[in-house]
């Protein structure tokens, strides 16, 4: 039995080495999206929609690690959670990747459209935010700390700021005739992807936070509609315990 738990753990390093493994091609994906978004490469950009194919293999990988751990090892309790973790986290990452795909796509569709500092320079930030949100939560998995996990849903409060900043920006320059429509809706969506990876990187925090301590956010509200059934809780009281 010692021996074949020693060998269990060691197929959950595995996996958790994989999962940083994909982690760093996704967000070397940030970057490099808007690197070529920003100099209008069209060759880069046709470039990384060809690499996403190493993330896609990469995340089937270790979606199969997992099944054939929890078919032949049947872990429980904290076992049980890091597995169904790293499900979770490779469908997370994944879509990500698939963001900055959209972003390089994006480009092609915009080649040569003027873009104002200001645009330029909101596009910048917004990639470094969600990189930054990206590794976070990385790093958050990997040292298993739920407090940081916790944390990036309030660190997320800058990339969403400047997601508003840039829309404005996209609506002022259009109103300016320094920008097309049909650029400007492409721009918006570019947007809505880094906002998005963002929005992942909050995500996989609360998988983290699920993995070290079995609790998730939504089982609060969960707790409260099973409090209302139960006739504990007015209808018309929405509050977090």
Same mark, same amino acid.
């Given at each position: 039995?010692?021996?074949?738990?020693?060998?269990?753990?060691?197929?959950?390093?595995?996996?958790?080495?994989?999962?940083?493994?994909?982690?760093?091609?996704?967000?070397?994906?940030?970057?490099?999206?808007?690197?070529?978004?920003?100099?209008? !490469?069209?060759? $880069?950009?046709?470039? *990384?929609?060809?690499?996403?194919?190493?993330? !896609?293999?990469?995340? *089937?990988?270790?979606?199969?690690?997992?099944?054939? +751990?929890?078919?032949?090892?049947?872990?429980?309790?904290?076992?049980?959670?890091?597995?169904? %973790?790293? +499900?979770?986290?490779?469908?997370?990452?994944? &879509?990500?990747?698939?963001?900055?795909?959209? +972003?390089? =796509?994006?480009? @092609?569709?915009?080649?040569?459209?003027? /873009?104002?500092?200001?645009?330029?320079?909101?596009?910048? &930030?917004?990639?470094?935010?969600?990189?930054? *949100?990206? =590794? /976070?939560?990385?790093?958050?998995?990997?040292? @298993?700390?739920?407090? #940081?996990?916790?944390?990036?849903?309030?660190? !997320?409060?800058? *990339?969403?700021? #400047?997601?508003?900043?840039?829309?404005?920006?996209?609506?002022?320059?259009?109103?300016?005739?320094? /920008?097309?429509?049909?650029?400007?809706?492409?721009?918006? #969506?570019?947007?809505?992807?880094?906002?998005?990876?963002?929005?992942?990187?909050?995500?996989?925090?609360?998988?983290?936070?699920?993995?070290?301590?079995?609790?998730?956010?939504?089982?609060? $509200?969960?707790?409260? /509609?099973?409090? &209302?059934? !139960?006739?504990?809780?007015?209808?018309?009281? %929405?509050?977090?315990?």
């Amino acid at each position: 039995m010692a021996e074949q738990r020693k060998t269990f753990h060691q197929e959950l390093d595995e996996i958790r080495d994989e999962i940083v493994q994909l982690a760093a091609l996704v967000s070397e994906f940030i970057p490099r999206g808007t690197e070529l978004l920003l100099a209008n !490469d069209m060759r $880069g950009a046709l470039s *990384l929609i060809e690499a996403d194919d190493e993330i !896609d293999a990469l995340t *089937l990988r270790i979606e199969e690690q997992c099944y054939h +751990v929890l078919a032949l090892q049947q872990p429980m309790a904290s076992d049980l959670r890091s597995i169904v %973790t790293a +499900v979770w986290l490779t469908g997370e990452l994944e &879509r990500s990747g698939d963001l900055m795909v959209n +972003v390089a =796509k994006a480009a @092609r569709r915009i080649y040569g459209a003027n /873009l104002d500092p200001r645009l330029r320079g909101l596009i910048e &930030r917004m990639s470094e935010e969600a990189a930054r *949100l990206m =590794k /976070l939560a990385i790093d958050a998995y990997v040292e @298993r700390n739920a407090s #940081l996990g916790a944390a990036l849903d309030d660190i !997320d409060d800058t *990339l969403d700021q #400047l997601h508003r900043d840039y829309i404005e920006a996209i609506f002022e320059s259009h109103a300016d005739h320094h /920008l097309g429509l049909q650029p400007a809706v492409q721009l918006a #969506l570019i947007g809505r992807y880094y906002e998005r990876i963002g929005d992942h990187a909050v995500n996989i925090g609360q998988r983290v936070q699920y993995m070290v301590t079995g609790w998730l956010p939504e089982q609060t $509200g969960a707790a409260r /509609l099973r409090a &209302r059934a !139960d006739g504990e809780v007015d209808e018309g009281d %929405t509050s977090s315990p």
